[in-house]
């Protein structure tokens, strides 16, 4: 049998607002309504930030507990996956939310430029955050933003610093950081398989009208697809997707495309080597 699609909905982000699409889920309630739109249709994994009153970025661990309280009661079963990315804080309060111990967080381990700044991640605030994530048992999801990442993991993962096989995620696409590119992207692939083994799982996401691309692209080669309103708030260049579970409509329509059944959330945890839901 092919391997079952795990489909991640990242839901908000730290950038877009509701002035950019109206569906972009803000308020705390919100958030849980559209996961749960977006779990029916398909989605294993959420990766969530949360927002502020007025939408600007948050790193308040007291929204993201009521956050991941509320997936758990309406969508029983889904990895919670928390953004310890670096537009929602600075320094340490970027994992405050950790002790919550959801199943999942992201994990940067390199610096890189975003559009309009430098996407800082100094060595010891990676290797506070990952010690943070073993403490709390929590699988980190690498965020390969190049090549280097990859190779970081890997040595983290050699070193102790991250306690299982790497789940990397390939990011393509952010202005200034690494385009989408399909020969780079057979290599990342085929590193993934190297250092960490040929059934290694792994996922990609891709920014923008990349999206689309970047989830044919992984669906088509065997990995994991990302999708959601933090990435691409667009079904095309003139019509705003009007739900995360319509961006996650379109990746299912793909992995049917490509006879990939799409994961239970059962068997995307187990691929993942999870813990048992509390
Ligand atoms: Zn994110």
Redesign the pocket.
Known sequence: MTTPCIICV?I???LPTKADNPAVPTAVSEQIESTHEAFEAGATIM???VRNDDETPSSDPDKFALLKEGVEKHCPGMIIQL?T?G??GAGKTRGGMLPLRPDMA?LSVGSNNFPTRVYENPPDLVAWLASEMKTYDIKPEI?AFDLSHIFRAAAMYEAGEIAETPYVQFVMGVKNAMPVDREVFDFYIHTVKRLFGEDAPWCAAGIGPNQIVLNEWAISSGGHARTGL??NIRLDRNTLAPSNAALVKRAVELCEKYERPVATWQQAREMLGLREVA
Request: avoid cysteine.
């Open positions: 990242a908000t982000g730290s990766h969530a930030h953004s990315g537009r929602s992201s965020e933090e990435d």
